[in-house]
């Protein structure tokens, strides 16, 4: 084939595909001509990431066609992410050599005390000011389904009656229970509804397991980085942080944790196997039996955090670890914080050979939850409405995390590289060295903008140049400027030196 005829394009994902340019030509529809030809001049590399491409007007001009034929080819490269759209300026080129690389996976040290809380209480101060929200691991409420919701309570709330207002008395509104092992059992779980207790969301579950397996001293084994929420519950309850590497595409490494349980005897594994937070890694079906089976074999329980999981699999989700638990081994946790409703605060815990203790600390300790909303959760979880739900957020979700990750890679300095989740909304970001986190968020702060800077990840504030950005919102302008903004601070920071030491960031400030 004449070399003039084909055009090797490099796609997202750093697929090669070729494309025979004399048959687009004769068969395609304008705009896919054009989109074809710039994708031709970009992979020359004519153009260079970050210069800005010919504006629409200019190029239906050069092409002879209209403006709306014009934009639409460029729309075509934009969803290959290849060019970006930043507010008023027009199109630019991606940085496609700082994306989509494998992020560094760290070594394994030894069990360490976990010293975050008065970082998290500086960064969390400003929890109440309305931000643009790329900080908090939280789907944009817009896309909740609210009617659904109001109407669940309304009809909970008739039928309840008085009762409505009263206790949910441990382990919970059995219509609830039955509805969860029911999901569950879909994707294999071997707990039927005796087997729950309801929770006020997964972070109650994640301490009831925490509480029934763990003396104050004893290690847990994480994953590296860690979900925040989970390190300050170790450091309230007096327990170490044994950090185990995780990969960003495979989570927690096996070999690395049996060496650690040799070397260390952690007194429990806790860990998200499916959509870890902040990676977005999901383990594989035969690695999450290897985890159940080693686990097992040492002794030593696994808490499986699984909040993220409805967001992972295209149809069916795929199984949790609980699915291969024989013998109460693993103690699940979940909630439904991610997908439907945060602030219902409806989680569960399946606690295993734990349950008798996990049931009776649940009664010593908070007593009771919510009948009314126990009641209309098991409603929507009875209509079909929210599987229907979860199928549009999926969707959404993929595309607010596309149009991030393309915006990152349009605005963020050389050296920067960010994770491709397969599911989930968070993005992992590794700034270049020189760039602290934890003052791009002070910058954005300023701005009105919400990040999560790395150092809340880890037991002692470390990970200092990276970030997690929340891509479940609506990409809109805003949106995407804000992204923008934060990689012009990048940016700032990359010229300038780290600040020495650790700084907490005063809340007035904010
Ligand atoms: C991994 C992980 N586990 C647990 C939680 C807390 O869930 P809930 O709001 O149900 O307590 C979160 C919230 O961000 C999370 O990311």
Request: proline share 7%; aromatic share 4%; charged share 20%.
């Amino acid at each position: 084939m004449a070399p003039d005829i084909v055009c090797i394009v490099r796609f997202i994902k750093n697929q090669t595909v070729q494309i025979d340019m004399s048959a687009l030509r004769l068969s395609s529809p304008h705009y896919r001509r054009i989109a074809e030809s710039l994708r031709h001049t970009l992979a020359s590399g004519a153009l260079r990431p970050g210069d800005r491409m010919i504006s629409a007007r200019r190029l239906a001009d050069r092409e002879q066609v209209s403006l709306p034929t014009a934009l639409e080819a460029l729309r075509c490269l934009e969803a290959d992410g290849l060019i970006v759209a930043r507010p008023r300026s027009g199109y630019f080129v991606c940085q496609r050599d700082i994306s989509q690389e494998m992020l560094p996976v760290r070594a394994l040290s030894g069990p360490v005390p976990v010293t975050l809380a008065a970082v998290a209480r500086s960064l969390f101060s400003s929890a109440e000011t309305r931000l643009i929200p790329l900080g908090a691991a939280l789907p944009d409420p817009h896309w909740l389904p609210t009617d659904t919701l109001q109407r669940a309570l309304q009809s909970a709330s008739r039928r309840l009656d008085a009762h409505g207002q009263s206790y949910s008395l441990p382990p919970g509104r059995a219509d609830l229970r039955n509805k969860i092992a029911a999901r569950a059992a879909q994707w294999g779980a071997c707990f039927g509804a005796d087997d729950l207790v309801i929770t006020a969301g997964a972070t109650q579950a994640l301490r009831l397991a925490l509480r029934a397996v763990c003396q104050p001293g004893d290690a847990v084994a994480i994953e590296q980085p860690a979900y925040f929420g989970t390190l300050l519950l170790l450091e309230d309850l007096g327990l170490k942080a044994l950090q185990i590497p995780t990969d960003l595409k495979e989570g927690l490494l096996l070999a690395p944790l049996a060496d650690a349980i040799k070397q260390h005897r952690p007194a429990a594994v806790l860990a998200s196997p499916t959509v870890q937070n902040p990676l977005g890694a999901s383990m594989s079906v035969a690695r999450k039996q290897e985890l159940v089976a080693l686990l097992e074999q040492a002794g030593i329980p696994l808490i499986e955090d699984d909040v993220y999981g409805d967001l992972a699999g295209e149809g069916q989700r795929p199984p949790a670890c609980k699915a291969f638990d024989q013998s109460g081994n693993v103690i699940y946790c979940s909630s439904l914080s991610k997908t439907l409703a945060p602030g219902w605060r409806i989680g569960w815990i399946a606690a295993g050979r734990y349950h008798t203790q996990v049931l009776q600390a649940r009664m010593a300790g908070d007593w009771a939850g919510a009948p009314l909303l126990e009641a209309a959760t098991s409603d929507v979880l009875a209509s079909g409405d929210y599987d229907r739900h979860l199928r549009r957020l999926k969707v959404r979700v993929a595309d607010g995390v596309r149009a991030v990750i393309a915006q990152v890679e349009a605005s963020f300095p050389k050296g920067t590289r960010v994770t491709a989740p397969e599911a989930g909304f968070l993005l992992w970001v590794e700034l270049p060295p020189a760039v602290d986190a934890l003052e791009v968020h002070r910058r954005a702060l300023a701005l009105g903008i919400g990040v999560s800077p790395g150092p809340l990840f880890s037991p002692a504030a470390e990970l200092e140049n990276f970030l997690r950005l929340n891509c479940a919102n609506e990409p809109t302008t805003q949106l995407l400027n804000a992204v923008d903004q934060i990689g012009t601070i990048c940016h700032e920071l990359t010229t300038s030196s780290r600040p020495a030491g650790f700084e907490i960031i005063d809340g007035s400030e904010c």
